[in-house]
Every structure is written in C-alpha cells, then in structure tokens.
C-alpha cells in the first residue's frame, strides 16, 4: 500500500511538472553507400553516416512563463553512426543554446547556426546542405556555427523577418575583436515567394596582430510552383582568414551563382542544380558544380536517395570535391545510394 501511494505522488509530481514543461528527445539516423572518384587517392567506396542529413542526436525543450513567454533550450551531438561514436569531441557541437520567446521575438545563448548559414541551407539549396550536390562544396561560408553567440530573430510581420546574430571572441590574442563573429539577415515569405539576403563576418582569432577577417553575403530565393519549386542564389565571398568551410579549399575572393529545381511527385522528389563559382582572386579557380538527387518517402520518417555529382575545376587538378553533408569528399564526382530515418 505504502509503495502504490509512493508511485502515485510521483507520478502526480511529474505530470505536474510536465503540465508547466515540454521536453523533446529527436534524431537523425542516416546511413548510406558513398562512391568517390576523380581524386589523387584514386577511387573509394566507403558507408557513411549523414550523406543527406548529419546523424544527430538532439534534446529541446519549452517551459511557459506566463504572459505569452517561453523560455527555451536545444542540446545537439552529432553522431557517427557508421564506427559507433561522435562526429564532434566537444559534446554537444551542432548545436547548443538556450533563450527566451515573446511576442517581441526570440533572443538565444550559445551555439548556433549562423544566419548565412541558414539562408544558404534553407532557402538557397535544393538540396539543403545534403547529398553529392550539396551547394556547400563550392559555395563557401565564414561561418556555419557561431561559439559564444547571442542571436535576437524578430516576429514575422507581414511576411518580413530579421535575424542579427553576434559572437565574442574571447581570444587573448586580440581582445573581444580576436574571433569575433558579426551576422544578420532580412527575408521575406509569403508561402509561395521565398527571399533572404544574410552576412556573416568572422575576424581572424590572432586580430590583435593582423587585421584579416572572412566575409560572406548571399541574396537567395525560392518560389513554389504547382508542380516543382525553383531555387537562385548570388553569393560574394572575401575569405582571407582561414577555409571556415573545409571543403572549400582556396582562400580568396569568388562570386558563385546558383540555380535548381526539386519537383515532388507522390512519393517521389527529384533534385537537381548547376553551381558557377567565379574566382576573383590572383589564382583565378573557377569551377561549376552539376548535381542530380531523388529521394523517395517510405514514410513520414523513413526515406531511400540517390545522388549524383560533378565538378568541373576549369584550371586543372581537383581543388573543389565533391562532399556531402558530412564528408569533404576526395574527388571531383561522386555517388551516393542511402536510407534516412529521422525521430
């Protein structure tokens, strides 16, 4: 008797405390065949873990406060699914935030993706960062993640957003200036028209000594057509600090261009994008990318894809690879045949 009274007061204290508290445990498990060639190491056939989507592991959570405000958090690890361990050493290095929500917009703490990123990611590329074509592997970016960062993202209204983003540096080097990271972004949705013109700088951690610093800004737009949805993108680069993107493998100057398509058909996506980069730098390395995908949906969680890809290095040599989302890739073309599973 004693013990049923025991159980029962703890379940009303959690489900008291549940009443007040939303917390979400949700992954990616993404496993497929990865065919690489055109590389110095020759042809390698490999299984990889995250070629569409990285392998995660991630728990959010929302508490109401009352007075229309929540605050919020998000721990993310990133997983490799292939050896059976992490793709990160830092714990939670995707992403690793928390903040508060009002009507007056959400302001976070932590580490988290930059607005940049998310432009390119969400409104630029068809393929969302994943698979052979993924727009990254000429594309470059100062910045994926921000350490250290505070973001302020607006409400939307009338189909107007905002973010601005800033993260301390805290290098010795160079006082808050040395490592700092400055973005923001404006966009504009109204569920057919999508556009978003996002920056991203990042100084060099030793700033103190040398004033060098990496500069991104892309003007992306999507539009949803009845039967296929086509996506454009202009991005203008100066990386003088550090390759921030390691599959970008110059630092310099370029201007890249994108245009693609992905036409959903039941079950069926298909995918595909053409990428010009236009090196402007004294080493001049231009490059176009060509990418095809298919994905189909066994469910609402669980899909099969295919991708192919290929790059064209117009001054020889395989300086761009294709990647996916996870990988650098060690050739210029490159295949990738998988099973993704998301929870």
Request: hydrophobic residues 40%; charged residues 15%; contains cysteine.
């Amino acid at each position: 008797m004693k013990k049923s009274l025991i159980a029962l007061a703890c379940a009303s204290a959690f489900a008291g405390s549940a009443n007040a508290q939303s917390l979400t445990t949700y992954g990616i498990v993404d496993m497929g065949f990865v065919s690489e060639n055109g590389g110095a190491v020759g042809s390698q056939e490999k299984i990889s873990s995250g070629a569409q989507s990285g392998t995660r592991l991630g728990f959010k959570g929302t508490e109401d406060l009352g007075n229309n405000m929540k605050a919020l958090f998000v721990l993310e690890t990133g997983i490799a699914a292939d050896k059976g361990g992490f793709n990160q050493n830092n714990g939670f290095a995707r992403q690793s935030f928390v903040g508060l929500q009002s009507d007056a917009g959400t302001l976070t703490l932590g580490r988290q993706y930059t607005p940049f990123f998310l432009a390119l990611n969400a409104v630029a590329d068809p393929f969302a960062s994943g698979l052979a074509g993924n727009a990254q592997n000429l594309i470059p970016s100062s910045g994926i993640r921000m350490d250290n960062a505070v973001k302020y993202a607006s409400p939307t209204f009338s189909g107007l957003s905002a973010e601005v983003a800033y993260g301390f540096g805290e290098s010795l080097a160079g006082a808050d200036r040395g490592g700092r990271n400055v973005g923001g972004s404006i966009g504009y949705t109204d569920g057919t028209l999508n556009v978003r013109l996002a920056y991203h700088k990042a100084n060099d951690t030793a700033l103190g000594t040398s004033n060098l610093s990496d500069t991104s800004t892309i003007l992306a737009a999507n539009y949803k057509f009845e039967i296929a949805k086509v996506f454009a993108a202009y991005s203008d680069n100066d990386l003088q600090v550090a390759t921030i993107n390691p599959v970008t493998p110059a630092k310099g100057k370029s201007r890249d261009f994108l245009v693609g398509v992905s036409v959903p058909f039941g079950n069926h996506t298909f995918i595909a994008s053409y990428i010009n980069k236009d090196g402007r730098s004294a080493s001049n390395l231009d490059a176009t990318q060509f990418g095809l995908g298919y994905t189909y949906a066994l469910s609402k969680r669980t899909n099969l894809y295919a991708a192919w890809a290929t790059i064209d290095n117009k001054r020889g040599g395989v300086l761009y690879k294709v990647g996916n989302n996870s990988e650098v890739g060690s050739g210029d073309r490159a295949v990738n045949l998988g099973v993704r599973h998301t929870f």
